[in-house]
């Protein structure tokens, strides 16, 4: 029998897929978005962590190890496809499916197959990326098996098996009585599936059934097979049985949902759980783990069984002397009353001994529902209660084992809602699986960075409040067009490479997908709740592009100001001091000899980092070398570099706010006396009013206030250059800033000699 031989715990979501070569290299796939690559270790006899890849923008869903040990293809929620080497490098993306990817297959080496939840099976051609053939009539989710021989057998949610040859169904059959999940192909007999309705069923080729399992108390999720021809499943009951001769053999519990078994070249089954693990079990004694670590492990399965179990089912305590085990150390439940008891089987004696009680809920009865297009008629574990706003309540039936994403993916499609509401109804069945209540669907909130724990400040004074001052909403380039930076660092790169001084800093083949993920990251404004940058991702940047030269590297900050828009930058920048050295890259573009594109892309990022805690803190450490150098900014001659430097200050200003002690005041405000008699546009100038005004509104000393009286008579004087249409808003603003000098005092020991300006 089978016995642990490591966990694997490099995930923070539910493992979904794993995928094995034949020289044994292990990946692994996550709800976390993430793929693990492991090596084994033969001094050792475990697999090691080598690398963790994040090329997928959503959770990953399926992979397949490539022909001849050459790497591995994985598919994701994002309804990507990445063909990566056996470290890490992608080598080609694929993009065609609308939905989530969560079947691959390859069988020979120029194409491969994929089955997606957009209800298709898309062939691809391996050196080209290209789509050969799209087969479509099914229903959802695809599972997918090339052969040897170029023909294809796909499987769905309609229950049939369909035979594919060069793009065109051949022949199709009911083969289950649920969806199917998953199609293997068996040496020398034909073909395996599994499916929902618990059973798997072994057929010949030309579709004859040859023999049904049956053993499993749940959805049947994935197959594989050992050297020695038995099928190796796994399921939503905990269990990974291994069959023989039409029976299993052998059932390794797990301490949760398994949806994805291998078997790797030592014959060891590997498994992918949703307990955010991967794990090695062995029949060979040197790979085992400690007894210690088994012990530990079958407790964890103990423990996580209470909730799913039918305390009726289990044997009586009475039978004990009759129910023979099988190996020293076996575990098995018997029903003591209504209780149910933990025995553990003694090969001395030949006895089993009582280890102890399971405490937790016998699960609830099911329900029925009635069914319909999307969720078939039968009782199921949970039926929820979906309130959409002005539609009134709707029914989400759910089974445990099932994906809660795919679940509410049906939902959304079902009812014609938008696609927002799938990550917060999904998550929604996860949180609530033993507590069932109506849930009302309303718009996400606007995500909110991470809090960042910080010692808590002493009180500061409230701001002085009028009419227009302080001014809290800072100035930002929110704008998203990931298109034309894409294409201007591509352009760039080619000359990058060519020049002998920067070639170093060019882009290869991994860093172009790399930038490709980060920009589908960026553009995908309505997952900004669920999505990330990864560590590779601004190591690109940092490491990279960022020391692009001045000509070139404009679009990289451009992009840069695009990300500040995503609220994980925030917790990315957790540490207040990563943020200052990051963008320090930033502030060197901001130089005389910089050309207009980079000045004032640079000035517009430096306004989005006012957006959050993090990058406002890196962008206030930088602001006094930034007004300390500003003259050359307020005396360019470009417009645009003057009217964006105006909404620069004014959110330093805001910032000022939120401090205790200001320590900007009369930079800020020398730097809107080099402004104010610019050619700058009507909102411009409301602005540097505004910068006035809150300054003025922190309580100013003595030389703020003679300052600011001097801005409003350059104020007043520049009222006859505006046009007509923008005047009043200006003569607005001179109005507020007036009364606001009238009732700021100086500090007590200036009013001796302090005085007002005559124009107030």
């Known amino acids: 029998t089978y016995s642990l031989s490591q966990e694997l715990e490099s995930h923070s979501g539910a493992v979904r897929t794993i995928s094995i070569t034949d020289n044994n290299i292990l990946l692994s796939g996550s709800w976390d978005t993430t793929c693990a690559i492991y090596l084994f270790d033969p001094k050792d006899h475990r697999y090691v962590l080598d690398k963790t890849l994040a090329y997928h923008s959503r959770p ?104 594919w040859n060069n793009g065109q169904k051949v022949a199709t059959f009911q083969a289950h009585g649920d969806i199917i999940r998953d199609i293997i192909p068996i040496k020398d007999v034909g073909f395996a599936t599994c499916s929902n309705d618990e059973t798997i069923r072994m057929w010949d080729m030309s579709g004859k059934l040859l023999q049904t399992l049956k053993g499993h108390n749940g959805f049947i999720y994935g197959l594989s097979q050992t050297s020695l021809g038995e099928i190796v499943s796994c399921s939503e009951d905990n269990t990974v049985k291994v069959w023989k001769n039409g029976a299993f053999t052998d059932s390794i519990s797990h301490p949760a949902t398994i949806w994805t078994v291998k078997v790797n070249c030592f014959g060891d089954i590997v498994t992918a759980c949703e307990d955010k ?61 209504n209780s149910p008891e933990v025995h553990v089987w003694k090969m001395e004696g030949q006895k089993w001994e009582k280890m102890g009680d399971v405490m937790g809920p016998a699960p609830s009865q099911k329900d029925y529902y009635e069914g319909d297009d999307f969720f078939p008629a039968g009782y199921y574990d949970y039926i929820f209660n979906i309130d959409i706003k002005n539609q009134g309540e709707k029914k989400l039936p759910f089974n445990r084992g099932s994906i809660p994403l795919e679940e509410a993916e049906k939902f959304v499609e079902r009812e014609q809602i938008h696609r927002v509401f799938v990550e917060e109804i999904s998550s929604y069945i996860r949180n609530n699986l033993d507590q069932v209540q109506t849930y009302m669907a309303q718009p996400p909130p606007e995500p909110v960075a991470p809090v960042i724990p910080i010692a808590k400040p002493e009180p500061k004074p409230e701001p002085k409040k009028t009419k227009h001052f302080p001014m ?17 660092i591509t352009e760039f790169n080619a000359l990058i490479k060519t020049n002998e001084k920067f070639k170093q800093y060019a882009m290869t083949l991994t860093d172009e997908m790399t930038l490709k993920t980060l920009l589908e990251t960026i553009k995908n404004k309505s997952l900004y709740s669920t999505s990330k940058f990864t560590e590779q991702q601004f190591e690109l940047l940092e490491q990279k592009l ?80 930034v007004l300390s150098q500003f003259q ?6 470009n417009k645009n570099v003057v009217n964006t430097s105006v909404a620069l200050i004014l959110n330093a200003s805001i910032k000022e706010l939120t401090k205790k002690e200001s320590d900007l005041k009369i930079e800020l405000l020398n730097a809107a006396e080099m402004l104010i008699d610019k050619d700058i546009s009507a909102d411009s100038l409301v602005n540097l009013g505004y910068v006035i005004g809150n300054i003025l509104s922190l309580g100013s000393d003595k030389a703020c206030i003679m300052k600011s009286g001097g801005l409003l008579q350059k104020m007043q004087k520049r009222l006859i250059t505006i046009a007509e249409a923008d005047r009043s808003k200006v003569e607005e603003i001179i109005a507020s800033l007036t009364t606001c000098l009238l009732y700021t005092s100086p500090s007590p020991r200036d009013l001796s000699t302090s005085r007002m300006p005559s124009s107030a």
Request: hydrophobic share 40%; aromatic share 10%; with cysteine.
């Open 632 to 637: 050359f900014i307020a005396d360019h001659k």
């Open 277 to 337: 693990s991967v794990r090695v079990f062995t029949k060979d004694p040197v790979r085992m783990a400690s007894e210690v670590q088994q012990a530990e492990y079958k407790n964890k399965c103990i423990a996580k069984s209470a909730s799913k179990l039918n305390v009726a089912e289990l044997p009586d305590v009475s039978q004990t002397s009759k129910i023979i085990g099988k190996k020293e150390g076996e575990i098995k439940l018997f029903r003591n009353g």
């Open 472 to 488: 809290t909403f800072s100035v930002l380039y929110d704008s998203i067009n990931t298109d034309n930076p894409l294409k201007k």
């Open 546 to 625: 960022l020391k692009w030269p001045f000509e070139n590297v404009f679009p990289v900050i451009d992009v840069l100001r695009m990300m500040l828009m995503h609220p994980v930058i925030q917790a990315f920048f957790g540490t207040y001091e990563k943020g200052v050295d990051f963008f320090t890259n930033v502030l060197r573009c901001l130089k005389p000899e910089a050309p207009d594109p980079l000045i004032i892309t640079t000035l517009r990022c430096m306004c989005n980092m006012y957006e959050g805690n993090s990058t406002a803190y890196a962008i206030t450490k930088m602001m006094k070398f």
């Open 60 to 163: 990953v869903y399926c992979s397949c190890a490539m022909l001849y040990s050459t790497g591995f293809s994985t598919g994701g929620d994002d309804g990507k496809i990445f063909a990566i080497d056996v470290i890490g490098n992608p080598l080609l993306m694929f993009e065609g499916h609308q939905k989530a990817v969560n079947s691959l297959s390859q069988c020979i080496p120029t194409e491969f197959a994929s089955g997606s939840w957009d209800g298709t099976c898309r062939v691809w051609d391996v050196e080209t990326g290209k789509c050969k053939h799209i087969l479509g009539d099914h229903s959802h989710a695809v599972s997918v098996l090339t052969l040897p021989n170029g023909m294809l057998i796909t499987g769905s949610q309609d229950k049939n098996i369909n035979f």
